[in-house]
């Protein structure tokens, strides 16, 4: 994995035109390593990693079998992809690792709560859509594509294939749209994401960890938010609006507030602003 340090904001954008149509994550601390929410948790809580299939594999029934009662259309748990992606969606360890393709959403996701370095990884898509693991041509993206019935539990589920599937459910909720986000499958829970790449034979760059400092987290998420790229629009709900209360105290009110000809008595009618 190539590492990138960089210094400034403009040179975070300088850097991203050069990246046209890979994929980016974002973590607010760099030293966070490139795994699922469910590789996490298993590390955490389950060190016998022999019955982590099953314990996958059960968590997913489990899911199946009592979400029905929440949703509108149940069917929607019948495609492997999108029903892992509907237990992202609220909370649910699993497999999958969000990514967008938009660098500035990652950017955003990687300093909105960062207190030291951050990182946004930027994974190249172009290469990897034809790329297949060394040894392995037949891996291709069509072939294991988790969206066709039966491959999740032929490539993914049996925890064996050292490959990585890049993509979207066939039907994308709200969220998934605002954040231009796509998804990284793996067929492997025990590895990171790095290490399974470093199994793709080519000679191109497959990922790239941008190292953004903390020293600069003032002036992107500004831009962030004159870009309109906020908790409010990536989250389209009350809870993304709710969420972007945050930052609105960040940005707006230290100017008025550290201002000592400001008052509330004399200054504008807050509710205005």
């Known amino acids: 994995m190539k590492t990138i340090q960089i210094t400034s904001w403009e040179e975070f954008v300088a850097l991203s ?3 046209d149509g890979w994929a980016f994550r974002g ?29 996958e594999e059960r968590a997913i029934r489990i ?3 009592k979400a029905h009662n929440y949703l509108p259309d149940a069917n929607v748990l019948e495609e ?27 950017a955003f996701f990687a300093l909105e709560k960062a207190t030291s370095n951050a990182a946004v990884f930027a994974l190249n898509t172009p290469v990897l859509y034809n790329a297949t693991p060394i040894g392995r041509p037949e891996l291709t993206r069509d072939e294991i594509d988790p969206r066709v019935k039966g491959n999740f539990e032929r490539h993914f589920i ?28 793996p067929g492997m829970i025990d590895k990171s994401l790095d290490q399974i790449l470093s199994q793709y034979g080519t000679n191109e760059t497959l990922i790239s960890k941008i190292v953004l400092p903390q020293a600069m987290r003032d002036e992107a998420m500004r831009a962030l938010y004159r870009m309109n790229i906020t908790n409010a629009t ?29 008052s509330m008595r004399a200054g504008p009618d807050p509710a205005s602003i």
């Open 80 to 106: 492997d992809l999108r029903c892992l992606a509907l237990m992202q969606h609220h909370g649910a360890p699993t497999r999958l690792l969000d990514f967008t393709k938009s660098p500035f959403v990652a």
């Open 63 to 65: 899911f199946r079998r």
């Open 234 to 262: 990536l989250f389209p709900d009350l809870e993304g609006l709710a969420r972007s209360v945050a930052f609105e105290l960040e940005i707006i009110w230290p100017g008025l507030i550290d201002d000592p000809s400001y």
């Open 17 to 19: 035109a050069n990246l």
């Open 158 to 185: 049996d925890n064996h294939e050292q490959v990585i599937w890049i993509g979207e459910p066939t039907q994308m909720d709200r969220r998934l749209v605002a954040q231009s986000g796509t998804f990284v499958l």
């Open 27 to 55: 973590h607010q601390d760099e030293r966070w390593p490139l795994i699922s929410s469910l590789t996490r948790y298993l590390y955490d809580f389950i060190p016998n990693h022999l019955g982590w299939r099953a314990r």
